[in-house]
């Protein structure tokens, strides 16, 4: 718990003094007077960090060598800016002031709820196959040419597992924490339970509320993992909600609308049709006639995006992975085009189609029973429920639009093209790859922009059922948290040969991590692998945790569908180092596009 609460101090301190010196620079240089809340900063934070950290993981490892150098950085910029810094403290003790005792009550127990909630790693399946080991070589390496043809999921390069391993706190426990994804949910929420508050309930803030409970539900158990995906749905979730309560801001802030879309591009690709908003702030900064804005704006944006992509090469050879159609280089590092063809058309796209499929027909319910696994069911009758909504809402807005005189139509270019945004994501990821853990960000927050639509501009409070929601949305929280934690004690308690030593008391200090959850370490049954001097860890198991570089073995196959996808005797070190990096052998390269493509030929056959 200390460790945690200790984690959350320092990145919330590293990320908002980078966001603020992010802001602070813009402004300067272009010479504008943009002004941004803490949750906003916190995200251009995360946003601007990955520039000098991207820059440097090309020659150092990213660990808490670089965590301590940016936290000199940060004291001293506000050493240097102390008035910037009394600002800030003023608008935070302003925020405090205008609650009720019940309300700062409130807002300390959503905090201990989301603190009891990641006390348990939810230890979950890619975490476990891969975000653990590739934050681990983040941590111990600069990036290593070819290291995707151990595991080629350490190619999708998401930017989180970057930003992660310096803030993993290893150093101080010995394992990792996850606490980027829990600070950044708290900041959030706080935000909007601000709003609720501020607006004197009104009823688009309490729906805001309601989906957001309703958001929390569905990722609650993301909070307390590795997870590539809660952070760009948080971020996405939050964009949507912020500027869909004030539509006016869509003009006067461009920094913020400009760079995080195509930041979260790096994160998870899902999100790239709402670079269709950058597109139109960066068409509005050039005819603004400030020359310094959209040369600001490029180069920031070049930078993240660059240095993203040439990471990408270095780790699989292709810019974009699975993307073997952007097949531009000839490296010899380069995972076959076969492996990356199945992990496009068949770990991804068939697996998510399935997913959706058993959606639309219920088939998990009809074989467990349908009120067996009741959040599970409330989480399926939700997705279905905003499925329609946003299928629906070309007619919904339209006919608002045309014969509703409340609504908004000052602000309709800005308001239309993130629309337009939503729509392209929603049925980008409909055809691609529907597994509604890709993009909840995008479905609720789309499912607010609808239904706020239709309520815009309206005078309507709604006191006693706000307040009602406001305190029912926490005491559900914590209620969920206390009701984990129960089952995990349980578990625990009758798990206890199979676990690590569990000691309730011990939570005061740690987290229960997946480590002790899975009673793993370095796995005692592997055999090695040596390939020109360096040593590959190779076991029947999932690889988790141990030393590097560590993979599972699907002998006697070359090709398996089951996670891992290629056989570990295909690939050979590229140097007598691991630094040197690794490739497919040239023998197995032309046998491996071969089977892939026979693969994919019968599995594509029918998947409905």
């Not at 749905?233 to 609308?257: D, G, M, Q, S, W």
């Not at 063809?341 to 074989?367: M, N, P, W």
């Not at 994501?425 to 409909?430: A, K, M, Q, R």
């Amino acid at each position: 718990m200390l460790t945690i609460i200790l984690a959350w101090i320092v990145i919330f301190y590293v990320l908002l003094s980078f966001g603020d010196i992010f802001i602070s620079l813009y402004n300067k240089l272009c010479k504008c007077e943009e002004q941004y809340n803490i949750t906003d900063t916190f995200i251009l934070g995360i946003c601007s960090i990955l520039i000098p950290l991207s820059f440097s993981s090309l020659w150092l490892p990213s660990n808490h060598y670089i965590l301590f150098i940016y936290l000199v950085i940060s004291c001293t910029y506000w050493i240097l800016n102390k008035e910037r810094l009394k600002k800030r403290i003023h608008k935070i003790k302003n925020t405090i002031i205008i609650l009720s005792v019940p309300q700062k009550t409130v807002m300390i127990l959503s905090v201990c709820g989301v603190l009891l909630y990641v006390l348990y790693c939810a230890c979950w399946t890619d975490a476990l196959i891969y975000h653990y080991s590739q934050i681990q070589w983040n941590e111990e390496y600069p990036v290593i040419p070819g290291m995707a043809n151990l595991e080629d999921r350490f190619a999708f390069n998401s930017n989180y597992l970057l930003l992660s391993a310096i803030f993993t706190f290893r150093f101080l426990l010995g394992e990792p924490l996850y606490a980027l994804q829990s600070i950044l949910f708290i900041l959030v929420m706080f935000w909007i339970l601000k709003e609720v508050i501020t607006s004197g309930f009104h009823i688009s803030r309490i729906i805001l509320l309601f989906i957001f409970l309703c958001f929390f539900i569905l990722n609650a158990d993301f909070l307390a993992d590795s997870s590539t995906d809660i952070v760009p749905n948080l971020c996405v979730f939050y964009f949507i909600a912020r500027f869909t309560l004030y539509p006016e801001l869509l003009n006067k802030r461009n920094l913020l609308i400009f760079i995080l879309p195509i930041t979260l591009c790096t994160f998870k690709m899902s999100v790239f049709p709402l670079c269709f908003l950058s597109i139109y702030i960066l068409f509005s900064a050039i005819n603004s006639k400030r020359k310094a804005l959209p040369v600001f704006l490029i180069t920031s944006a070049t930078l993240i995006v660059s240095l993203w992509l040439v990471r990408n090469v270095i780790i699989c050879g292709y810019l974009v992975y699975p993307l073997s159609e952007l097949d531009i280089f000839s490296f010899d590092w380069k995972i076959p085009a076969g492996i990356a063809k199945i992990q496009k058309e068949i770990a991804i796209s068939v697996f998510a189609k399935g997913l959706f499929k058993d959606t639309l027909t219920f088939y998990f319910f009809e074989r467990s029973g349908y009120l067996t696994y009741k959040l599970f069911f409330l989480n399926h009758i939700l997705a279905l429920l905003s499925y329609l909504i946003i299928i629906l809402s070309p007619f919904i807005l339209l006919y608002h639009f045309l014969y509703r005189k409340n609504v908004n139509k000052i602000n309709w270019k800005p308001q239309l093209i993130l629309y337009i945004s939503l729509i392209v994501s929603f049925i980008y990821w409909l055809l691609f790859a529907p597994d509604i853990r890709f993009a909840s960000g995008i479905i609720y927050g789309s499912v607010f922009f609808i239904v706020s639509f239709i309520f815009f501009q309206r005078n309507i409070y709604f006191p006693k059922l706000g307040r009602v929601l406001f305190y029912s949305t926490v005491i559900i929280m914590v209620f969920m948290s206390v009701n984990r934690s129960i089952r995990y004690h349980t578990w625990m308690e009758e798990h206890q040969s199979e676990i690590s030593s569990y000691n309730r008391s011990s939570l005061l200090i740690r987290p229960f991590s997946a480590k002790d959850q899975c009673k793993i370490s370095e796995p005692d049954n592997y055999t090695e692998y040596k390939t020109n001097g360096v040593t590959i860890y190779v076991t029947k198991d999932d690889p988790q945790y141990g030393a590097l570089p560590l993979v599972k073995d699907i002998s006697p196959d070359i090709i398996s569908a089951n996670h891992k996808l290629q056989s570990v005797y295909t690939i050979e070190a590229r140097g007598n180092t691991l630094k040197d990096g690794f490739r497919t052998k040239k023998e197995y390269i032309n046998i491996i596009d071969s089977i892939a493509n026979k693969y994919l030929m019968e599995v594509n056959a029918d998947w409905w």
